[in-house]
């Protein structure tokens, strides 16, 4: 999966949960976790975690990896 918004985390994390047991490589265009790009724009938090999709730990938890900085 590519990117760092609410599709691609939702879709790593669905696949996870609907039993997929293959590898998970979640290319993110930045160094940051990913974010709700929606909140980010409605919010006045300027703290990280109050647009974070999920945390890290719960990616590695799933065994989902997450490739920061990165392009395809």
């Known amino acids: 999966m590519i990117g760092n918004g609410a599709?691609?985390?939702a879709c790593v994390e669905?696949?996870?949960r609907n039993?997929?047991?293959g590898r998970i490589i979640f290319m993110l265009g930045s160094s940051d976790a990913p974010y709700d790009r929606n909140?980010?724009?409605r919010?006045?938090?300027s703290e990280p975690d109050a647009f974070t999709m999920r945390s890290e730990q719960f990616y590695a938890?799933?065994?989902i990896e997450l490739m920061k900085?990165?392009?395809a």
């Open 7 to 9: 599709a691609g985390a």
């Open 14 to 16: 669905t696949l996870r």
């Open 19 to 21: 039993g997929f047991k």
């Open 39 to 41: 909140m980010l724009n």
């Open 43 to 45: 919010t006045l938090s």
């Open 61 to 63: 938890e799933y065994g």
């Open 69 to 71: 900085n990165s392009t």
